[in-house]
């Protein structure tokens, strides 16, 4: 066996332990099953989004993994193979002023929730990514921490999710392009504070995230 093949058959093998937790809920006679997770979440600017995908039993995508682990062009090459393979895929947004409004939790939970709802084939059960999502008798739910890393519809759902986001923010860059979101992608990096501290806040900031909502006092530049 060649290197080559070698570095195959344990990707083929790591992929197929990502379907434990689908594996098991298969066994207790559920048939359809979603993963749903964000990208986002601890942005200071701009949409949470929210992705769910119900793949086929066992399907093997190669590379397939917690969207964290992987490089900006796998995660675009896989977000296509997803999408022209699963058995339904969706993604929602949610704005900054309604993550505002509600809290980045509850933000979260409402995004996952529509995320479910927008599938365009029902699931019987779905796998969150440490996220308890109540449906109630209609559709069960199963968190699990680190998910993304741990279930193959998870990690799905998270590669759509940010690859989705990371469109978003290189849009973002050339409306506001004094604060660099085509790298920072929105999150509080050095360059993106002394941005806020330099030209102020832009409409898409999220108002009630840290260190934001202490900046506000003093806001120069954009008004929202």
Request: charge should be neutral.
């Amino acid at each position: 066996m060649t290197i080559k093949e070698m570095k195959e058959s344990a990707d083929v093998e790591r992929v197929r332990r990502l379907y434990k937790f689908e594996d098991e809920v298969r066994a207790e006679g559920y048939e359809i099953i979603a993963g749903t997770d964000e990208a986002g979440r601890g942005a200071l600017v701009g949409d949470l989004t929210v992705a769910a995908v119900i793949l086929p039993p066992n399907l093997y995508i190669a590379g397939l993994n917690d969207s964290k682990k992987l490089s900006a062009k796998k995660r675009e090459s896989l977000y296509y193979e997803i999408v022209c393979s699963a058995v339904a895929v969706s993604c929602v947004r949610i704005s900054p002023e309604e993550i505002d409004r509600l809290n980045i939790y509850q933000a979260t939970l409402k995004g996952m929730k529509l995320a479910v709802n927008a599938l365009t084939v029902r699931p019987e059960y779905v796998l969150t990514d440490a996220m308890k999502l109540s449906f109630g008798e209609e559709i069960k739910s199963r968190s699990i921490v680190h998910g993304d890393a741990l279930s193959a519809s998870i990690a799905a759902a998270s590669i759509i999710a940010k690859v989705t986001r990371d469109r978003l923010t290189d849009e973002w860059d050339k409306i506001y392009p004094v604060y660099g979101f085509n790298h920072n992608r929105g999150y509080g990096t050095k360059d993106h504070i002394d941005a806020i501290k330099k030209f102020g806040f832009c409409p898409i900031h999220r108002k009630s995230f840290s260190p934001v909502k202490e900046m506000l006092s003093g806001q120069t530049g954009f008004d929202f």
